[in-house]
């Protein structure tokens, strides 16, 4: 087995094997053992739906197969854009942010929302763009739910690509097309400036 580590978070752990990417749902001993057996069952089989149903719209990985608490699906040989966005020149860093503009935006027609929108999650392969990692997306018709999204984005470019983050959000407001859930944008704003 060539299987190696390459990601751990609090929910799963990603392995790569060859060029698959298993995740894999890790058991959490806090939990009551049937809870968390529910739980992990229930969030891989509804992530699985939910990366099937954005790969109709969008550039996700395609999924192998689904397992009682893993995923498997197509490793991405791309270039992540928490890694790399800051190295491209600008010209080409406005262009790939209006384009995740683009894609987000499809994503939200459909009333995607993938909960953890940032750059580590972005990764760009023969000049397509790829959305990976939908274990905290779920679907809402909510305009607020969409706002939050955008919200993350903006905050992973002030901190990861601070250098000229404001371009690089207004080049991602260009390519997203609702109006309204950029209008509620600014309401979640204000509101949470009063949260720091």
């Known amino acids: ?71 498997e699906m197509d490793f ?14 600008e010209k080409k860093q406005f262009e790939i942010m209006q384009k995740l503009g683009e894609e987000v935006s499809k994503l939200h027609e459909n009333h995607i929302i993938h909960g953890d929108l940032t750059t580590s999650n972005t990764i760009l392969k023969d000049n397509k763009i790829f959305i990976i990692d939908f274990g905290l997306g779920y679907v809402s018709q909510r305009i607020e739910d969409k706002a939050v999204d955008l919200h993350l984005i903006k905050q992973a470019l002030e901190a990861k690509h601070y250098q000229n983050w404001e371009k690089l959000f207004s080049s991602f407001v260009k390519g997203y097309k609702d109006k309204e859930v950029l209008e509620r944008l600014k309401k979640v704003e204000s509101r949470g400036r009063y949260k720091h």
């Not at 968390?36 to 992530?47: H, I």
């Not at 969008?58 to 009682?68: A, F, M």
């Open 76 to 89: 991405i040989a791309g270039e992540k854009l928490s890694e790399t966005l800051n190295s491209y020149p």
């Open 1 to 71: 087995m060539s299987q190696k580590i390459i990601a751990q978070g609090a929910e799963a752990i990603i392995l790569k094997d060859n060029n698959k990417i298993v995740k894999d749902r890790i058991k959490k001993s806090y939990r009551i053992p049937e809870l968390d057996e529910k739980l992990r069952k229930t969030r891989t089989k509804s992530e699985a739906k939910l990366i099937e149903k954005a790969g109709k719209i969008i550039s996700v990985p395609k999924i192998i197969k689904t397992e009682k608490f893993k995923i």
